[in-house]
């Protein structure tokens, strides 16, 4: 199942005067969402998604149109009525509001970050726990993650917004059960590492647990974000007719 956190206020945006939130705002003659929830055409025929919302009608009727645009049949809505402590919490409420089984497989992405081009990797990254998707890069604001030694792909460390690497990740987030999730932010909320809750630092509960957990290395230039006012500008500016 992929689940797509929505239930943020996407408060820099107001702030910078728009009056929408940034997922139905206009991008090339389609929504931010459409851009996002498109990075996973070449599996919308055989895949779930989970959509979690603010509370409200505006934002679930947005939501089953676009998805009737894209073609998504398969799909459900979560509306959560107070804010949340992070995105590994909007994530858990998704999840209880669904009532998923712990075997479910779960694949945590950004409604603010376009992949063009997607597929999930193949039975290397498949056999574990749990991996992250990464692009070379730096700065604070990211996640990152701390390869091991050697060829495998293995992390053995992540970080939020705490520069161990130059593995940067893209939002991209996947468990191989959504038990291990939760039994991980339990382990989160009983020893928090940063202020909120985030997705990345999870995975150094399953790392110290035993669980192998890896990571997948893209171009940098295959990924794109828009979640800040600038950055969406800079795509409108982009795209713009000559």
């Not at 139905?24 to 498109?38: I, N, Q």
């Not at 950004?110 to 726990?129: E, H, K």
Request: charged share 20%; glycine share 10%.
């Amino acid at each position: 199942m992929i689940v797509i956190p929505m239930a943020g206020r996407s408060q820099r945006f107001f702030d910078a005067g728009y009056r929408q939130p940034k997922y139905m705002l206009d991008l090339s003659g389609r929504s931010v969402f459409a851009h996002a929830v498109e990075s996973f055409r070449g599996v919308f025929d055989r895949t779930r998604f989970l959509f979690i919302l603010p509370e409200g009608e505006r934002a679930a009727e947005f939501v089953r149109a676009e998805c009737a645009t894209l073609g998504i049949g398969d799909f459900a809505l979560v509306s959560l009525s107070r804010p949340t402590a992070g995105q590994a919490e909007t994530v858990e409420l998704g999840l209880d509001g669904l009532s998923a089984p712990d075997e479910t497989p779960l694949t945590i992405f950004n409604i603010d970050t376009f992949r063009p081009g997607f597929s999930f990797p193949g039975p290397l990254l498949d056999d574990m726990a749990g991996w992250l998707e990464v692009f070379r890069g730096e700065g604070a604001n990211w996640s990152y993650v701390r390869p091991g030694p050697g060829p495998a792909p293995l992390a053995l460390e992540t970080a939020e917004k705490r520069p161990i690497s130059d593995l940067c990740c893209t939002g991209l987030y996947h468990f191989a059960r959504s038990g291990d999730f939760r039994m991980a932010l339990r382990a989160e909320r009983a020893d928090p590492q940063a202020a909120e809750l985030y997705v990345a630092p999870l995975y150094n509960h399953l790392i110290q647990a035993g669980a192998r957990i890896g990571y997948r290395e893209i171009p940098r230039d295959e990924v794109i974000f828009c979640g800040t006012p600038a950055e969406y500008e800079g795509l409108l500016a982009l795209n713009a007719p000559a």
